[in-house]
């Protein structure tokens, strides 16, 4: 994995956060009010939540695809690479209080009568969906991008911004929401520097992502459409 810091380094960084901006981005903002208009909050997140499993997996398969091509494997990117243990117990801390915060914040926001312990088929439908999201989603934004600035020259601190960047905006560009880039750019660097603290292990970004849409799904969604 040796190559100069040219174009070669950019343009593929460049096509995945096109195809990122314009395939998940639009799920966050004129498809999820569309959702909540037509089918409601609780049946419009499963909807929100399988076109998220179907697009993010299907670029990140495309992904992989492109990696594989190269002459890399998943290892390369993260994927199964021994990790250090304090960051996997940093990673459950964080992820859960994550998922505890948003989950408290809607009953609190938006519905004081929801049950955070409810156990129904769209719990167990998101929270699976969302453990295939957080993976497929890490793997592109922290695994490839992080990996690929590496391998370009480009020092560890420019990777977790530029892939924050990149993660802040698909997040946020088709609401147009400077408050929503900011958070989501922050939480980006969250998860960056777990990878750089787990030695670019995927393992306690993983955790600490899916553990937060495992155990917060489906009220993180239901969030965002009750909000939008």
Same mark, same amino acid.
């Given at each position: 994995?040796?190559?100069?810091?040219?174009?070669?380094?950019?343009?593929?960084?460049?096509?995945?956060?096109?195809?990122?901006?314009?395939?998940?981005?639009?799920?966050?903002?004129?498809?999820?009010?569309?959702?909540?208009?037509?089918?409601?909050?609780?049946?419009?997140?499963?909807?929100?939540?399988?076109?998220?499993?179907?697009?993010?997996?299907?670029?990140?398969?495309?992904?992989?695809?492109?990696?594989?091509?190269?002459? /890399? @494997? &998943?290892?390369?990117? +993260?994927?199964?690479? *021994?990790?250090? =243990?304090?960051?996997?117990?940093?990673?459950? %801390?964080?992820?859960?209080?994550?998922?505890?915060?948003?989950?408290?914040?809607?009953?609190?926001?938006?519905?004081?009568?929801?049950?955070?312990?409810?156990?129904?088929?769209?719990?167990?439908?998101?929270?699976?969906?969302?453990?295939?999201?957080?993976?497929?989603?890490?793997?592109?934004?922290?695994?490839?991008?992080?990996?690929?600035?590496?391998?370009?020259?480009?020092?560890?601190?420019?990777?977790?911004?530029?892939?924050?960047?990149?993660?802040?905006?698909?997040?946020?560009? /088709? @609401? &147009?929401?400077?408050? +929503?880039?900011?958070? *989501?750019?922050? =939480?980006?660097?969250?998860?960056?520097?777990? %990878?750089?603290?787990?030695?670019?292990?995927?393992?306690?970004?993983?955790?600490?992502?899916?553990?937060?849409?495992?155990?917060?799904?489906?009220?993180?969604?239901?969030?965002?459409?009750?909000?939008?």
């Amino acid at each position: 994995m040796n190559q100069p810091a040219d174009s070669n380094t950019w343009k593929p960084l460049g096509v995945l956060t096109l195809l990122l901006v314009l395939f998940a981005g639009p799920i966050f903002g004129p498809i999820t009010t569309y959702a909540k208009a037509e089918l409601g909050v609780r049946a419009g997140t499963g909807l929100v939540v399988a076109l998220f499993v179907v697009v993010f997996v299907a670029l990140a398969l495309g992904t992989i695809r492109w990696v594989k091509s190269q002459g /890399w @494997t &998943l290892h390369d990117l +993260g994927w199964g690479a *021994s990790t250090r =243990i304090s960051a996997v117990v940093g990673a459950v %801390f964080f992820g859960v209080l994550w998922a505890a915060f948003n989950v408290m914040g809607y009953i609190h926001q938006i519905d004081p009568e929801a049950d955070p312990w409810e156990i129904s088929a769209l719990r167990v439908g998101t929270a699976i969906g969302g453990v295939i999201i957080a993976c497929s989603e890490d793997l592109m934004t922290r695994g490839f991008i992080m990996n690929h600035l590496k391998n370009g020259g480009v020092g560890p601190w420019r990777q977790a911004l530029v892939s924050s960047a990149v993660f802040a905006l698909y997040h946020s560009l /088709w @609401t &147009l929401s400077i408050a +929503g880039f900011i958070v *989501s750019f922050f =939480i980006g660097l969250i998860m960056a520097g777990f %990878f750089l603290w787990g030695r670019r292990s995927l393992t306690p970004v993983i955790v600490a992502h899916g553990l937060c849409l495992f155990l917060g799904e489906p009220f993180l969604t239901m969030f965002m459409l009750a909000a939008g």
